[in-house]
């Protein structure tokens, strides 16, 4: 049954580390029509703070905007940071500072509030990633189009306040844009609550990057260890997450190192063979991400280069993350949602709505 004495008041909460697409963001938001956020919370978190270069907030948005440093502690801090400084509105919604509110998207966004039932701690909007028309994807922006079908993604996530309460918030353990989402979608899941679908649209360009940035997203393999952690084996079932390479990626680095290893022990046929298995695994990685591809040399090039690199990266961040999370415990699930409360020993269902 859905509350409707929910009131519709709502905050937005856009991290940033003042990137030019904050302004094409802001610009979105304001054009939007129908309720005007309560107050547009706008956490600068990059270290040492400071005014954000070149910021000019819509004059639909400047009575109600407020910029607060965040201290370069992570986006899962900087969106408890934001939050600490929205008032009481009962919904907040996280914002990505690359993403474009569609054209109806105050409109849309009210009515997935409005028909959200009491117990919905949390409603997800529909990412758009555009792609080229004229050519085939390159490997970074099929990585980037993954964000249209993921869950729980707060690219662009309305959270109901009273859930966040329950649940102390993200996990400022996660010090990167990385399964921080996830991990408080886990938590509120486990306490009875409910995480639904809206129809509001909001747009996720490809953001320019250069060709180590697949390097540079192995760090995550140190995160995906403190979900291990903090959610069991089975996270990644229950999270709907991919799971990646990572068996492939180790399997890869061992053959490498042992073909050092046996070469530094003269041991040539072993060297041989292990050196044999690291190049056929290698030229497997490459070819699975040229295929699907452009097929330039540009993208060619990039995809041989990291590929080489990519599985010894993964395999050192999944070590870190064993290291620096080895003592790392669940904070346990969110309280449970009102219709939970009265009746404490009814059994609890965790739900998904789409």
């Given at each position: 049954m859905n509350d409707t004495r929910t009131p519709l008041s709502y905050a937005v909460v856009i991290p940033t580390l003042g990137r030019p697409s904050l302004g094409r963001c802001l610009?979105?938001?304001?054009?939007?029509?129908?309720?005007?956020?309560?107050?547009?919370?706008i956490v600068h978190d990059r270290p040492g703070g400071g005014a954000i270069p070149g910021l000019r907030i819509p004059e639909a948005l400047k009575a109600r905007t407020v910029v607060v440093p965040g201290g370069g502690?992570?986006?899962?801090?900087?969106?408890?940071?934001?939050?600490?400084?929205?008032?009481?509105v009962p919904w907040i919604v996280f914002l990505d500072?690359?993403?474009?509110?569609s054209a109806t998207w105050g409109?849309?966004?009210?009515?997935?509030?409005?028909?959200?039932?009491?117990?919905?701690?949390?409603?997800?909007a529909r990412i758009d990633v555009p792609l080229p028309a004229d050519r085939r994807a390159t490997d970074w922006e099929r990585n980037t189009a993954g964000l249209a079908t993921a869950r729980w993604i707060t690219a662009d996530m309305a959270f109901r306040r009273?859930?966040?309460?329950?649940?102390?918030?993200?996990?400022?353990?996660?010090?990167?844009?990385?399964?921080e989402d996830a991990d408080?979608?886990?938590?509120?899941?486990?306490?009875?609550w409910v995480l639904a679908a809206g129809t509001r649209r909001t747009t996720h360009p490809v953001r320019p990057a250069d060709r180590w940035i697949s390097l540079r997203q192995q760090a995550g393999n140190a995160?995906?260890?403190?979900?291990?952690?903090?959610?069991?084996?089975?996270?990644?079932?229950?999270?709907?997450?991919?799971r990646g390479r990572i068996p492939r990626h180790l399997?890869?680095?061992?053959?490498?190192?042992?073909?050092?290893?046996?070469?530094?022990?003269?041991?040539?046929?072993?060297?041989?063979?292990?050196?044999?298995?690291?190049?056929a695994g290698t030229a497997e990685f490459a070819l699975a991400r040229i295929a699907p591809g452009p097929r330039t040399r540009e993208e060619i090039t990039s995809m041989l280069l990291t590929s080489v690199v990519i599985p010894p990266a993964a395999a050192w961040h999944r070590v870190r993350g064993l290291i620096a999370h080895r003592s790392a415990r669940p904070r346990g699930p969110a309280g449970p949602p009102a219709r939970y409360r009265s009746a404490p020993d009814e059994p609890r269902r965790a739900e998904v709505r789409s």
């Open positions: 610009d979105a938001l304001a054009a939007s029509p129908g309720p005007r956020p309560a107050r547009v919370v502690r992570g986006p899962a801090a900087a969106r408890n940071t934001g939050v600490a400084a929205t008032g009481s500072d690359d993403v474009l509110p409109e849309d966004l009210v009515r997935d509030l409005a028909t959200a039932s009491s117990d919905t701690a949390g409603v997800s009273e859930a966040l309460d329950a649940s102390g918030g993200f996990d400022e353990r996660f010090r990167r844009a990385f399964r408080l979608a886990l938590r509120l899941l486990d306490g009875g995160d995906d260890i403190l979900m291990k952690r903090l959610h069991g084996a089975d996270w990644w079932t229950r999270a709907d997450a991919p399997a890869v680095t061992a053959a490498g190192v042992s073909a050092l290893g046996c070469a530094a022990l003269g041991r040539r046929t072993g060297a041989a063979v292990c050196a044999a298995g690291w190049l």
